[in-house]
Nanobody, 112 residues
Framework: QVRLVESGGGLVQAGGSLRLSCAAS????????MGWYRQAPGKLRELVAL???????NYADSVKGRFTISRDNAKNTVYLQMNSLKPEDTAVYYC??????WGQGTQVTVSS
């Protein structure tokens, strides 16, 4: 079975930082293209960042220069470092493990 468990969300003031973690089981992040998506109330789920072994990381324009996706193969974990957070970053953030595999989501709320 594949499990993707996000953590690290929370409430932060605008300009602050959070680091989200996605701990994977049943897949190996070292060889799997993975990503982070987010969904705000009333909006569609949107791509935030992707990471793979064949391309440089890909980011939504809205987060370029602020967010960084990375992985720790030894821990089989993918991270999303979020800096200079804005209220419009408020959303539930989901880890995507390729194909049909999604985490349960973690709430990020950025206050003004």
């Amino acid at each position: 079975q594949v499990r993707l468990v996000e953590s690290g969300g929370g409430l932060v003031q605008a300009g602050g930082s959070l680091r989200l973690s996605c701990a994977a089981s049943g897949i190996y992040v070292s060889i799997t293209a993975m990503g982070w998506y987010r969904q705000a109330p009333g909006k569609l789920r949107e791509l935030v960042a992707l990471i793979s072994s064949v391309h440089s990381p890909n980011y939504a324009d809205s987060v370029k220069g602020r967010f960084t996706i990375s992985r720790d193969n030894a821990k089989n974990t993918v991270y999303l470092q979020m800096n200079s957070l804005k209220p419009e970053d408020t959303a539930v953030y989901y880890c995507w493990g390729g194909g049909p595999y999604w985490g349960q989501g973690t709430q990020v709320t950025v206050s003004s």
